[in-house]
């Protein structure tokens, strides 16, 4: 009763980063601040590293949800950005959805805030268009434990794969041989005890 | 193998609020009773902004469970409400089943006290005759964190959703530009997070 | 794509009480004893209330793992004591099976001590043979909140249903017409809030 | 070696509010945003009813930590409002020092956020002028429970006395001859057990 | 630098037993119910076993406070009981201080509901006029641990020493050569873990 | 609607550890290092009891990600070791597959570092070629909870049955007359409550 | 204002072990079992190492409570034991004190079980007496975190110094250069995360 | 009985960083990982930032416990830096002492790895010696809560203040008219709650 390993490729993973904005952010307590802006830069990193087609979607950025957090503005300058004009589940907008079509990839990464509404609606819709759908949980937030829990359900329940940054980072990459450095560098930025593991080889090494 | 995603529709939903009483309200243990309470208000001010037909239903209110929280009572004067003479699953009472087929909806919102009983069998008794649930997940307590697993496990299993109030307010309203002010001042009203982005916004537009 | 609702039906169920023993028990430490040991006789008095056939079984009474909870011997003199000469899955030992079959009940309500083990296995292979199992989550304990959720994701996946006692009492009884009581001193025996609520208006009513 | 009870007397209190902004709000992350809500406004009540002189400050309200919240602007239109040209602790603006000498009070009620600063500068600058300090824990807030404990730990070494508003409240009253039916309002509005409490009391008084 | 030991002393203690009421129990949130319950008998138990002079004291018992609980007034039939007029602090009501003194004990040991008013204002009372107060921490509820652990920091700070009702016993006991079965049948009616020991223990010994 | 229950056969089974590395360790914070230590060195000794085939796998010894776990070296010194020289998904290395084939198992034990790679990956690649995967998931460690809670759920999801060690170690036992001495030595010396018990029980034997 | 640092020297230290026997080892509930054998094995072999005088004491050996773990009693062979018959302050056994001050220490290092009775009343009676008292707090451990806060609140207003074994370890040993294998072999041996530092740091000099 | 408040005055307070080893870092699980290097890097920019003589000390920098923190490093290329031969107390460095002497403060911010050793040691032989500690007790870390928490006791009872580096900052500062945008620029980058205030502000003020 096997059935085939659905696994992230990297020619064919698209980035969706959905509603990251300033104001919408206070509303996050599922996860540390701190932690928090860490995970979702490392999933930006993640994108640039392998060169993945990323779509940026907002919701009334002049209102007081607040701007697209600048960090991911600048990271990606020339990604399709579609500031909403209303939809609250941005599968709904057509613009969107066609930026997405339009990378020709049929996997997609999807985080946002807040993860049962602005990560789960578009999940499902995408979902029920037959696209593999792999949740970034960790660079998505919401109000609490229990939102998300319930939110995770609903998505697994449909289909979708729950993932962290670092996973999808390994099952992108897949080889080392393809580069260390880089994935290193990577890693070491975003993860405190691998730098350290780092720094301390470093020593050593060099002290031979 | 995708499937179709099964979506709230604001026609086809109505809300069933069983057991907000009083004493029962003592028992739950899994939220902390100044959220739960703001939980609660929220989903019925989503039944009054969405003028979602709402059933509501209690068991013994002259005895120790006490009376249906009076806030509830005065929101929906002109509800179905059903004092329902013995009946521990609501969908055992004909009268309970007759108020919710005459909305005429088939999509159902169920949310009460405790999660494991008033929520779970009328979840299940709905599912097993076709209706699509959704359960209001923290909108509902129970005694404690194990307890509230095991029921979001037998629902999830058979087939109902797991949602926050926050998740169905938005899959309802679907387009902010049916309506921003109401909507806003609803989240506003229970989201201090979301008031004070309003309230910061406000200042500085009216500075200009 | 509904089902039928698999409901517990208190004349088709036996319950199975597996190595609730006193040397065991210092092993559960996913629930505080006091309220573990409420919980479990919670059980037991659910099970005698609703007239419900029990078997108890042990391992290694006479060992380390020391004798049966002396109050469950206590209550249940009569019922099928199974002392396991050495099979870890109750349901290796055939005496243990033929009790339950003798009982004639196809709905099993399964509790134990540690969960993943003395209730995952029996549960697995009642499963197995077409019973329907209701796993009594809160009257099984193990050694910490990690074991736990496997063990809850295992018999889960299987098509075990997760219950409370709580939901179990409700579910069993379905009319509070068919005794009012009865049940009411159960809860008030094991439920401090609602012995409270109890109280309360015995008190206001007294006073009439 | 007894000490005398330095006991609130609620004809020697006034209450300072410090820096309960818009956006400073969003900072708070050791209590719940719902509860922490709730419990400032608590306060707020307190010193309405009790009619204590309360002082208000903020600092920088043009800026990004936003306005005083219109709920304690509007509850408080009379009380002094002292705007923080940039002093960090308010002891150091001669207005509020002066705004609370004005008082004639010697013991002090604080409340703020964050913890460590806004309540806990003015508190040890309080005491080393001879004031008595009442730090009103759960109206305070601050980024996480490691720099609460550490704030509360510098000024309850320092003599401050660390209460909650429900104890600020029952050591002003002292005795509910004074007033029932005030008090006991304040307290339902604010703690959803207690209201639940009153509402079961009232049904079965009104049946009688 | 050293200081003596104060240390209780059977002959010289007396026990306060404050708003133990079935309304406020519910109000109590920083102790699980089971285990809650639980310790309030357990310090009953110990008065009892050591015959110490005890005083109930209750808030409008005839109010939504709700009765003493009655396993307690049971169990003291001819202590005195205070059913306070409004006072808050029980120590403001001169007949309970009246009750206490006539007991002729300087040491107190304190246990209520809440622990920030009804066990800390008595508390500090006390200790003012050089009585050696003991608060029986785990038989004391409130709201949650933020406002616990404010309240436990005031009294600390006044010289009250902090207990649990293990700790209590055993001071009070000093040797098991007074009495093996007495104290042990209490602690085994109290400690799930201990009870557990016990019965292990006979089994082997019975075994012989 | 039954189906089999796919059980743990000793004569079926092999065993997958998988970059338990001195270096990857520092990531692993979703259990404590005490117990994640004594988990792994349980699985080892699990896995010497039984006789079960284990292949061990590392990724990068000679990096940062440091050796693999000196006990585990020793332990295990004709094991298949194969040392990665980059493929993320050990079931990528052909020879780590091959070594796994040559077992002729076809129940698969997986434990690794971190859970939503080095144990998830191989799994998911595992169950599509057919094998029966059961993850020892407390043996296996990962960033935090959250992390942990999306790799159990893709697993599971794909048809991994989660397991603890000690779970494992019963059902592959099934009997204790298989042997007594030798698993009770097992728990003994990886379970200090376990271990508690049998001194208690020998010392009391003893002294008959 | 400053005062003396009370640093333990390791010329004037006694180690007193109380009551760590194996049945009332079920009894602790506020640290992890494997943790919880680390601590006080780790308490134990600096005693060994530092060559400190150690006291061991136990109540009731031959009853539930079990007899003192078997570790102990192996690497102390020569150490005084005394098997109080009765006192459960064990400074109440004269033999006890006779042992300690025989030692002609002043500085005494304290562990046992439960943490408010056996620790602590030790404790204020050897303050009481002079002695500078260090209690070991992880190696000590009770039913749960509020009783383990109030005993350490007890302990330490009575003057006590709150340690854990890896500062005492530090505070003794005070220079590296007095020995570097003996006491990082002991660390290795006891914390994990420094174990995996050594082997990777062997790994790469062994490298070179 | 007031006493003077002891506040921190950037003219006379010196920073000591002791031992943020890349290696020991591994021991520290009391606080996240992102967020124990965000309050490291944050306490190192106050030290900046107020130009504070700064001095950093390591403990065999060569060995397991791994290099100081090459972030660290950078950042206070002219601070003193002494590599300590073997001393655990920094302070029994006699070139550790002189450096800090030698800056002429008598305020010392002390922050390190691990709190109860590396940090408490040092902290209470400097209070011993009247300096004026002031522990930053967010940018030290240990084994977990139990630990910390012993050590904050200990240094607490001996004088030391417990602050946050955010307390510490503003405690500095005094006045945001000293500077608003270089500390607003510190807190930005080391608040992600609070950039994201200033990052909503400055988009609607540059709408204007």
């Known amino acids: 009763m096997s059935k085939p390993y659905t696994r992230l490729d990297k020619n064919d993973v698209a980035v969706l980063l959905v509603d990251h904005q300033t ?24 994108a640039s590293y392998f060169k993945l087609p990323t779509v940026l979607t907002t919701s009334f950025e002049d209102g007081p ?22 939809q609250i589940n941005a599968w709904d907008n057509e613009d969107f959805v066609k930026a997405i079509k339009a990378t020709g990839k049929k996997q997609l990464l999807i ?26 949980t960790d660079a998505s937030g919401t109000f609490n434990e229990m939102t998300r829990q319930a939110a995770w359900d609903r ?28 994935l290193g560098t990577l890693f070491a930025n975003h993860i405190p005890d691998y730098r350290n593991l780092m720094n301390s080889y470093a020593q050593l090494t060099r002290a031979k």
Chains 1, 2, 3, 4, 5, 6, 7, 8 share one sequence.
């Open 155 to 182: 998505m697994s329940a449909a289909g979708a794969q729950m993932m962290s940054w670092f996973g999808v980072a390994c099952e992108l990459h897949r080889d080392w041989r393809n580069d260390v450095e880089g």
């Open 65 to 86: 949800n607040g701007p697209l957090v600048p960090e991911l503005k600048a990271q990606f300058p020339d990604a399709p950005y579609i500031a909403r004009p209303g």
């Open 23 to 46: 104001g919408l952010l206070s509303l996050v307590r599922d996860i540390d601040p701190d932690k928090f802006k860490n995970n979702v830069l490392a999933l930006a990193d993640i």
């Open 111 to 136: 985080a946002g805030v807040v993860t049962e509404v602005c990560v789960a609606f578009p999940t499902l819709s995408a979902l029920a268009e037959g696209f593999e759908v792999f949740v970034v």
